[in-house]
């Protein structure tokens, strides 16, 4: 008997869009399964300013597929020289859903990010009293810190005092790595919610480093051991409205993630839904994927959920993914889960 499941048609929570060819190349992959997005703003230059995200908002929009009715939910990029009246205005114009903090040097594009958290206080001051939630990049820069442990570090050294000190702020962990990341989110209240990736729920750093680099699974915060993974499955797979879908998806052109000093990005736009309704079937709890990929974040956002639906079927017989997007920006992989995927987004 053929197994499918209808949901409310997912959004993705955080989601990497890029500009020009790369966007015009990989928008589709989106569009095709999600209503809507949380569109990350480090572009070169980022988007720090309303008016700068009304701008990358009209050039996604063009760049939308014919007769698609997607909605960039668009965010700004926290510097120490944002103005925290500007921030207001684009918030109560609709324009942006959240502010994104990356400390300074933690990942792509993140050289304009937080150093001096001091300097951040009124804007986020500001948004506390407006409700505009906080997505953070939640792991610390010092280089003296293993790379595996910066984000349990981050969680005790800067996200902890950073809520003592700013009461009411809505917080969004994104994209959360660990077993620690887990523990903070479930222990908070209502106002902190933890996004968690496709690709975190299905590998593990061997997946990265046994056998072979493996240069498209390399993303930041990387994945970590074992015993993380399944703490993330356990989490996204439990229904519990703190956890909601961000994919993350980070398109790098190919030529830039085999290389020396390679990006850092798993690119899983294309097969996002399909990979997770493998996981959720695999873990028993295809009933709560629809909490997880359609309602957990319009909860969180204050946004209506969507009111059409899409539909998952499993076949008989695997099903194939392209391996590659071919953007004019050059080749883009995708995500390769590394095992057979028998669900399918029935068109
Ligand atoms: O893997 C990642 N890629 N992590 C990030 O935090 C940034 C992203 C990107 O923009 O490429
Ligand atoms: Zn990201």
Redesign the pocket.
Known sequence: MTQSITLRRPDDWHL?LRDGAMLQGVLPETTRHFARAII?P?LVPPVVTGAQAAAYRDRILAARPAGSGFEPLMTLYLTEGTDAADVAAAAASGLVKAVKLYPAGA???SHSGVKDFAKVQGVLEKMAEIGLPLCL?GEVTDPSVDIFDREAVFIDTVLDPLRRRIPGLRVVMEHITTEEGVAYARAAGPDLAATITTHHLIINRNHILAGGIKPHYY??PVAKREKHRLALRAAATSGEARFMLGT?S?P?VDALKEHACG???CFTATNTMPLLAHVFEEDGALDRLEAFSSLNGPAFYRLPVNETTITLVKHELPQTFPEKILTEAGPVTVFNPGFAVHWHVEA
């Open positions: 990497h990350m480090n990942t792509t594009n990049h993303c930041l993350d980070a790098h990006c850092a990005g």
